[in-house]
């Protein structure tokens, strides 16, 4: 058997990424050697391709990166007692150390000690991976590997999404990437009043619509703030799900948030921006959150039952590539031509 593998990595500072081989990662006393059949590129990662600001401050070169993946178990360490080759698996993606106060106190989404697979440390765009049996997730063998690859960014949107209530109010998805796409179809079938998607790209409203949206939005064809207040009888959005990381969408997200309102980041800025703080939250009685990840393992047993209970996300996997071809994938993405895109480190179906 080869002692290489097929890795996508970034070699070093500075924009792009680079396909080599590479020795297969050792397998350790806690460890669950995993084949990965197919992986998913998210947002971050094109973040790390560019090389902004946010990237060249949490990313050590060279690394493996991507952190969305599923497989099959090869082989476990001899610490391991809840899998076993054959098992069909994903993963968290935020290897938390499971003894500092956020884990012992049920928050291990923000670990003191994390390192992110494809951040911190080799992540999963490659034709192998080890994972610590503490961040294996059992994946049941009726999703598609197209579907189970989803479950980790699919719970960023869950984890959105649920972190209160959406039921019977009015929301506003601003970006509608892969995420900000999740993030509709989870709050219409969580039972929002009315779900309206905003992004500058045609093509992505037009799987928002797919995916339920009530109205969707180009803030580049009208005035988005007072839309938002004419659909929902001038109040503005109850919810806000800011998934774009982009400045403007930012702000005008906080611009359409009703009094009293929800306002959830979750999109990355690739720099400081700013806000007025006075205007849009204060005098707002506004309710703002961060959220990092998925609670562990809360958001994934809510992501399971979604799935169970009929959650299509067929809309959103729009290709499927070999991982050889991922710069056409990452050339797709910069474009807004597509929704999640698939990359196969092995033989599979596309």
Same mark, same amino acid.
């Given at each position: 058997?080869?002692?290489?593998?097929?890795?996508?990595?970034?070699?070093?500072?500075?924009?792009?990424?680079?396909?080599?081989?590479?020795?297969?990662?050792?397998?350790?006393?806690?460890?669950?050697? #995993?084949?990965?059949?197919?992986?998913?590129?998210?947002?971050?990662?094109?973040?790390?391709?560019?090389?902004?600001?946010?990237?060249?401050?949490?990313?050590?070169?060279?690394?493996?990166? *991507?952190?969305?993946?599923?497989?099959?178990?090869?082989?476990?360490?001899? *610490?391991? %007692?809840?899998?076993?080759?054959?098992?069909?698996?994903?993963?968290?993606?935020?290897?938390?150390?499971?003894?500092?106060?956020?884990?012992?106190?049920?928050?291990?989404?923000?670990?003191?000690?994390?390192?992110?697979?494809?951040?911190?440390?080799?992540?999963?765009?490659?034709?192998?991976?080890?994972?610590?049996?503490?961040?294996?997730?059992?994946?049941?063998?009726?999703?598609?590997?197209?579907?189970?690859?989803?479950?980790?960014?699919?719970?960023?949107?869950?984890?959105?999404?649920?972190?209160?209530?959406? %039921?019977?109010?009015?929301?506003?998805?601003?970006?509608?990437?892969?995420?900000?796409?999740?993030?509709?179809?989870?709050?219409?079938?969580?039972?929002?009043?009315?779900?309206?998607?905003?992004? #500058?790209?045609?093509?992505?409203?037009?799987?928002?619509?797919?995916?339920?949206?009530?109205?969707? #939005?180009?803030?580049?064809?009208?005035?988005?703030?007072?839309?938002?207040?004419?659909?929902?009888?001038?109040?503005?959005?109850?919810?806000?799900?800011?998934?774009?990381?982009?400045?403007?969408?930012?702000?005008?997200?906080?611009?359409?948030?009703?009094?009293?309102?929800?306002?959830?980041?979750?999109?990355?800025?690739?720099?400081?921006? %700013?806000?007025?703080?006075?205007?849009? #939250?204060?005098?707002?009685?506004?309710?703002?959150?961060?959220?990092?990840?998925?609670?562990?393992?809360?958001?994934?047993?809510?992501?399971?039952?979604?799935?169970?209970?009929?959650?299509?996300?067929?809309?959103?996997?729009?290709?499927?590539?070999?991982?050889?071809?991922?710069?056409?994938?990452?050339?797709?993405?910069?474009?807004?031509?597509?929704?999640?895109?698939?990359?196969?480190?092995?033989?599979?179906?596309?």
């Amino acid at each position: 058997m080869s002692s290489n593998m097929k890795a996508l990595v970034k070699p070093g500072p500075g924009p792009g990424l680079r396909l080599i081989e590479k020795p297969i990662p050792e397998l350790t006393d806690d460890g669950v050697r #995993i084949k990965v059949l197919a992986t998913s590129i998210c947002g971050t990662d094109l973040h790390i391709y560019n090389w902004d600001t946010w990237a060249a401050s949490k990313v050590k070169a060279p690394l493996t990166v *991507g952190h969305e993946f599923c497989g099959e178990v090869l082989e476990v360490g001899p *610490g391991v %007692s809840r899998f076993q080759a054959g098992d069909y698996v994903a993963a968290e993606s935020h290897i938390f150390c499971d003894h500092c106060r956020s884990c012992r106190t049920g928050q291990r989404h923000i670990c003191e000690n994390e390192k992110i697979i494809g951040v911190q440390r080799d992540g999963a765009f490659a034709e192998q991976i080890v994972m610590p049996e503490r961040c294996v997730w059992r994946t049941p063998t009726r999703l598609p590997p197209e579907i189970a690859t989803l479950q980790e960014p699919l719970g960023n949107s869950v984890h959105v999404a649920l972190a209160a209530e959406v %039921s019977r109010r009015h929301v506003l998805v601003t970006g509608c990437g892969p995420t900000g796409l999740f993030a509709v179809a989870i709050a219409k079938t969580c039972g929002a009043a009315s779900v309206t998607a905003v992004d #500058i790209q045609d093509y992505r409203l037009s799987l928002a619509t797919q995916l339920g949206a009530d109205h969707t #939005i180009s803030p580049l064809k009208c005035d988005l703030v007072p839309r938002v207040h004419e659909l929902t009888d001038g109040r503005g959005a109850d919810v806000v799900l800011e998934m774009s990381g982009n400045e403007q969408a930012i702000e005008d997200g906080l611009r359409c948030l009703s009094r009293g309102g929800d306002y959830r980041f979750f999109g990355v800025p690739s720099e400081r921006i %700013s806000i007025d703080v006075a205007r849009d #939250i204060i005098f707002k009685g506004a309710r703002l959150q961060g959220i990092l990840g998925r609670k562990v393992w809360d958001t994934w047993h809510d992501t399971a039952r979604l799935l169970e209970a009929g959650l299509d996300l067929s809309p959103i996997v729009t290709h499927k590539l070999p991982l050889e071809e991922f710069e056409t994938a990452f050339d797709l993405i910069r474009q807004g031509k597509c929704g999640k895109i698939i990359l196969y480190p092995g033989e599979c179906a596309l």
